[in-house]
């Protein structure tokens, strides 16, 4: 166990760097990286955001028809995940649940 602990020692101590701040010295390197790191920054971002909606409600549609069929005495754990989802991002007027229930069911 001792051998094991130090070998795993060894290989990360020989496997890291010093730490060592970016800083770029020329100015039109400075300029196309701003450029060009900037916006893939906000681009990745923004498509995140997107992204984790919609697979959000996507995972929730079995509780959603399960909220349907039960008319709203049925709760499931994803369903409320995203209703928590949609209250915290969008603006008012607000779908009640089971118009929420049922967008999900129907476009998902």
């Not at 701003?34 to 923004?46: K, N, Q, Y």
């Not at 959603?64 to 409320?80: K, M, N, P, T, V």
Request: charged share 15%; glycine share 6%; no cysteine.
């Amino acid at each position: 166990m001792v051998l094991w602990k130090t070998f795993a020692a060894v290989i990360t101590i020989s496997i890291s760097a010093d730490a060592m701040a970016w800083y770029v010295e020329n100015p039109v390197e400075r300029a196309l990286t701003v450029t060009t790191l900037f916006p893939t920054m906000i681009l990745g971002a923004t498509s995140a955001f997107s992204v984790d909606g919609p697979s959000m409600m996507k995972k929730a549609k079995g509780d959603a028809l399960a909220f349907i069929g039960s008319d709203g005495q049925i709760r499931g754990a994803q369903f409320e995940q995203a209703s928590r989802y949609y209250r915290s991002t969008y603006n008012s007027p607000l779908m009640s649940d089971m118009q929420l229930a049922q967008a999900i069911a129907v476009k998902y």
